[in-house]
């Protein structure tokens, strides 16, 4: 029988594998894509549940019953293939473990997502195989190149996906020893694909451009390059792979210019009316400059042709920014696959109703949006993205304005940054922007890093913006979704729930670093700042006067799976209603650090003036200051939760948990002296109990076999009292075992005072029975 109460508990649990509820096999001329399930603990999706709703067929539903991953199929009516349907995923019980993916038969993911989700996915039918292109039989294929030169892939076209085209960098060989290339400034791939060279901007796929080539491994061998549109494969003859000669290098003694504007493409297009925008923008070919001279008052969405390079809508000046407005019931901007550059320009009174647009930008699949000296203004969107969205595409944004802008009932009060996207946000102000949910300023989600890079904003401030449940100034979420932030202000910005300045939550990842954070506050955690399952970095940052309705009037960390670092940053008049008046971790937060700072004049009003940490995990203070952190008097009680736990589950089987004031501990009969030990023979120390239960003849004369204990072994037993520990009652405040089982709880209050209250938790030896 053991001697010491074992405070660790094991417990395996072993589930029987049920197989996943499947979508029935495709019929006649119904197209399949393959849904992807998958589940980051590997038991499945507990409870959640996808709904696929063609418009076309009957609506399909089905669930991960059990492990790790599973595929369903999804069939769609041959006439409803390329179209957008509804999907979603309900949360179930463990929502941040559940993870999707769609994709056609041999051919690109259309969408990805985790739960829970409600979206309008759009399909892409499947590539078709490039037709087989026979070598030429007078061309001798040239012998491989080692290391390969980098390649240059473009020439004349139809305008199709031409933001492919371009210089590829070699970066490596894949699996099958075969070179594949990285673009220079878009992120995509050059590689070989089933016996294929493609282009796409992830490997493993059938791209958007298709370079027929069975004779070797080298793209410059293709013969007739193709692209893939409105589902069809179309020939490309004057494309060709080359090898890129590198740009020269500047001058010595030659500095370039800052750039201040994007560099202007010819031919210009004036234009100062309404009709001739429309007229300029649904006409527009690559490199196509347009400039609107005069404000312009909109009827419908200005939709811009899909697959164009270098295109640009400028207005008439840093100094005389030329509005494009709406009136309010359609969205501004429609851009899809193109590069678009936005200048000079004011545009307002963008608004939809639509999922998935916002109010005045749309830019989507493959989308390379530039805005620079742009002002967007009072836009509005129903469910996310008031004024930008942004989705598997890319934008910069430089020296603009965001304000009043409102995404009604979703997420980025003034843009949202969605599905593999990526922001570069420079020199920017957003101010009196508004969210239905998160990201009063801008939100970040699904943006997962090893699809796209992280998002950048830097030098830029956010004042006054709202979100009504988390991150009044910047939200991220989901997926690893990594955001940068530098250089920047949070002022007056305001969350419903956690983090008035940022948020992070669901496996986010979040530094600012050089910014400063003042008059934040949250309804609930983290006036400036809140993170659950995120990670989260500070490096000198200031946070001042920011408030929390009840933890963390600084920073709220929660949950096992977050950590917080915190460097050289500055926490002062910070306040929270309950606990944690600068910082607040709570529910096993598994790391945080604090390092050469400072916390000054933060109040609460129950525990932790400065810093309140509950549960486990791993705690690092150092080189840091706490001055004049008050914790206000409040009569309420202090209520701790005990566990006892029993490894093997029979109980403790005697041992007992006492809880005496410090003073009453000090009673002579409540003082515990024991276990008394010594070595028995060449044993270990064993408690004068254990050897006298285990090996005694008479256990009330302290001997073993026939001999003192005493006497021999330089056992005293004198005053042992391991068996039948009884203080008097008065002395202690609470009593417990656990009789019998793994585990129980029990709640333990203390009623405050005036001063300093000090107490003892006991826990005495098993107690031992002939």
């Known amino acids: 029988m053991p001697s010491l109460v074992q405070t660790a508990l094991v ?11 499947r979508a029935s096999a495709c019929r006649g001329s119904e197209v399949a894509y393959i849904l992807t399930m998958t589940d980051t603990y590997g038991d499945g999706w507990n409870g959640a549940v996808y709904t696929f709703d063609p418009s076309g067929g009957a609506t399909e539903t089905g669930t991960l019953s059990n492990g790790a991953s599973d595929t369903d199929t999804l069939c769609l009516a041959a006439a409803d293939d390329g179209e957008c349907h509804p999907f979603e995923v309900s949360a179930g019980s463990y929502p941040t473990e559940v993870g999707w993916s769609i994709a056609s038969e041999g051919g690109p993911e259309v969408a990805s997502g985790g739960a829970p989700t409600t979206a309008s996915v759009c399909f892409q039918p499947p590539p078709s195989p490039a037709p087989s292109v026979s070598p030429q039989p007078s061309v001798s294929v040239a012998p491989s190149v080692s290391p390969p030169c980098d390649v240059g892939l473009g020439g004349p076209n139809d305008g199709y996906h031409t933001n492919l085209l371009g210089n590829y960098a070699f970066e490596g060989y894949d699996a099958s020893g075969a070179p594949y290339y990285k673009s220079e400034d878009a992120g995509y791939y050059l590689y070989l694909y089933s016996g294929d060279w493609n282009v796409n901007r992830k490997m493993g796929q059938y791209g958007y451009w298709l370079g027929a080539n069975p004779a070797s491994n080298n793209p410059l061998d293709v013969v007739t390059w193709e692209v893939y549109t409105d589902g069809s494969w179309i020939a490309q003859p004057g494309v060709a792979a080359i090898c890129a000669t590198p740009a020269p290098s500047p001058g010595p003694t030659t500095t370039p210019a800052p750039t201040e504007t994007f560099e202007p493409t010819d031919p210009r297009t004036f234009v100062e009316t309404a009709v001739g925008l429309r007229l300029a923008v649904e006409s527009a070919t690559n490199d196509a400059n ?11 969405t200005l939709v811009f042709p899909s697959g164009r390079t270098g295109l640009a809508l400028r207005g008439g000046g840093p100094e005389n920014r030329t509005t494009i407005a709406g009136d309010g019931t359609f969205m501004l901007i429609e851009v899809w696959s193109t590069e678009l550059a936005l200048e000079d320009l004011v545009l307002t009174g963008g608004y939809t109703e639509t999922e998935f647009e916002a109010g005045a930008v749309g830019a989507w699949y493959g989308t390379v949006l530039r805005a620079r000296r ?10 996310m993205g008031g004024a930008v969205l942004i989705g598997i595409s890319t934008a910069f944004i430089e020296d603009s304005l965001f304000e009043s802008n409102e995404a009604i009932e979703g997420s980025g009060g003034a843009m949202y940054v969605y599905w593999n996207a990526r922001a ?10 508004k969210a239905g949910t998160s990201g009063g300023g801008v939100a970040f989600s699904v943006n997962e890093p090893s699809k796209v890079d992280p998002s950048i904003v830097e030098d830029c401030l956010f004042n006054r913006n709202n979100a009504s449940t988390f991150g009044g100034g910047i939200d991220v979420n989901m997926q690893f979704t990594t955001v940068h932030v530098s250089a920047t202000e949070f002022h007056h910005n305001h969350a419903g729930q956690g983090g008035g300045a940022v948020s992070g939550v669901n496996d986010a ?12 506050a949250a309804g609930d955690a983290g006036g400036s700042a809140y993170a659950a399952a995120t990670s989260l970095a500070f490096d000198n940052v200031s946070v001042t006067d920011s408030v929390a309705g009840r933890a963390g009037g600084g920073v709220a960390i929660a949950g096992d799976t977050s950590s917080g670092m915190f460097k050289s940053t500055n926490f002062g008049r910070c306040n929270a209603t309950a606990v944690g008046g600068a910082i607040s971790a709570s529910s096993d937060v598994a790391e945080l650090t604090i390092e050469g700072g400072a ?9 932790g003036g400065a810093l309140h940490v509950d549960g486990t995990g791993v705690l690092r203070v150092a080189g840091t200051s706490f001055e004049d952190c008050v914790v206000e008097y409040s009569t ?24 005496f004031r410090k003073e009453g501990y000090k009673h002579p009969l409540a003082r515990y002296n024991c276990p008394e030990t010594c070595e028995y023979y060449s044993d270990a120390d064993y408690s004068c109990d254990t050897i006298d239960y285990d090996k005694g003849t008479n256990p009330s004369t302290c001997d073993v076999n026939g001999a003192s204990l005493t006497t021999t072994y330089g056992c005293d037993c004198s005053g042992c009292v391991c068996s039948g520990y009884e203080p008097p009652s008065h002395t202690y405040l609470h009593r417990f075992d656990l009789a019998d089982g793994y585990s129980t709880t029990e709640q333990v209050c203390f009623e405050r005072g005036h001063g300093q209250g000090e107490y003892v938790i006991l826990v005495v030896d098993d107690e031992y029975f002939e």
Request: net charge negative; with cysteine; glycine share 6%.
């Open 11 to 21: 417990l395996l649990l072993a589930l029987a594998a049920v197989p996943s509820v």
């Open 290 to 300: 347009i400039v609107l001279t005069e404000d312009v008052a909109l009827t419908a």
């Open 374 to 383: 742009c002002t967007f203004s009072h836009n509005r969107g129903a469910t």
């Open 424 to 433: 570069t946000i420079l020199r920017t102000t957003f101010t009196n922007n």
């Open 509 to 520: 990842i979040i530094t600012v670093t050089d910014s400063a954070m003042a008059n934040n």
């Open 599 to 607: 916390f000054g004049r933060c109040t609460v009003t129950e525990q």
């Open 636 to 659: 309420e009680p202090v209520c701790l939760t005990l566990t006892m736990m029993q490894t093997a589950g029979n109980g403790w089987q005697g041992a007992e948990l006492f809880v």
